[in-house]
């Protein structure tokens, strides 16, 4: 595909509900990264991939939060039991290598409201 | 550990006037700094690196590692500048991305 991929765009769902975010990063790229950025507010680091090495889950806010990640290939954030402060927008990134002089290509995130 | 700081959460300045926006950062290393945008419905994306050396839309960024920052800065503001500029920061390979929390710009006419 020509960039980073969200799905989906937009997701309303009910207190309590557990919803599962998906993305799709550039092909070839080892890091991934999921952010969160509520209104008005800045990135919030969620969780972090690279390669196969053990996922950077330092920013998970609780352990109703969770991603999985298969290969270098799609990634999914699960929220479980979703609460009303979980509504924010869902920002997810690749990047060929992670370091020094590379660039991380941000999707168009997934909006989730809670109702 | 490593950390980012923009201290502005929202600078508001007028058309043709300097902007400077302000990032710190905390790390023993040698760093490799960016800077990020995001206009109003559109995606977040690079808009320049320090390695680079590049002015971009008329912004620069020069790499202060006595006073470990690195200001974004543009002599002339545009109302097209209106938007959200993040700071980066990132170290050796395997290290992820370290982002500040954001200013907004705001140019007003």
């Known amino acids: 595909g020509a960039g980073v991929s969200q799905s989906p765009s937009n997701k309303v769902t009910e207190k309590g509900k557990d919803v599962e975010l998906r993305c799709d990063p550039i092909?070839?790229?080892?890091?991934l990264y999921w952010y969160r950025q509520r209104l008005g507010q800045g990135l919030e680091f969620l969780i972090y991939?690279?390669?196969?090495?053990?996922?950077?889950k330092s920013g998970l806010p609780s352990d109703r939060f969770s991603a999985e990640r298969t290969g270098e290939s799609v990634s999914t954030l699960t929220i479980q039991r979703t609460q009303q402060e979980d509504s924010a927008v869902y920002l997810c990134?690749?990047?060929?290598?992670?370091?020094?002089?590379?660039?991380?290509?941000f999707g168009q995130g997934t909006r989730l409201t809670v109702v | 550990a490593q950390r980012v700081t923009q201290p502005e959460k929202l600078l508001s300045v007028f058309k043709g006037a300097p902007v400077e926006l302000k990032c710190n950062y905390s790390y023993s290393g040698s760093p490799e700094l960016f800077w990020y945008v995001q206009y109003s419905r559109q995606r977040l994306q690079l808009l320049l690196r320090h390695i680079s050396r590049e002015s971009i839309k008329g912004f620069t960024a020069d790499l202060n590692k006595g006073e470990t920052s690195f200001h974004l800065k543009k002599p002339f503001a545009q109302e097209e500048d209106s938007a959200m500029y993040y700071c980066?920061?990132?170290?050796?390979?395997?290290?992820?991305?370290?982002f500040g929390a954001g200013t907004i710009l705001r140019v007003k006419s």
């Open positions: 990134a690749s990047s060929l290598l992670s370091g020094w002089n590379t660039e991380a290509f």
């Open positions: 991939f690279q390669g196969n090495s053990a996922p950077d």
């Open positions: 092909s070839g790229h080892t890091a």
């Open positions: 980066a920061l990132s170290m050796e390979y395997g290290n992820k991305l370290v």
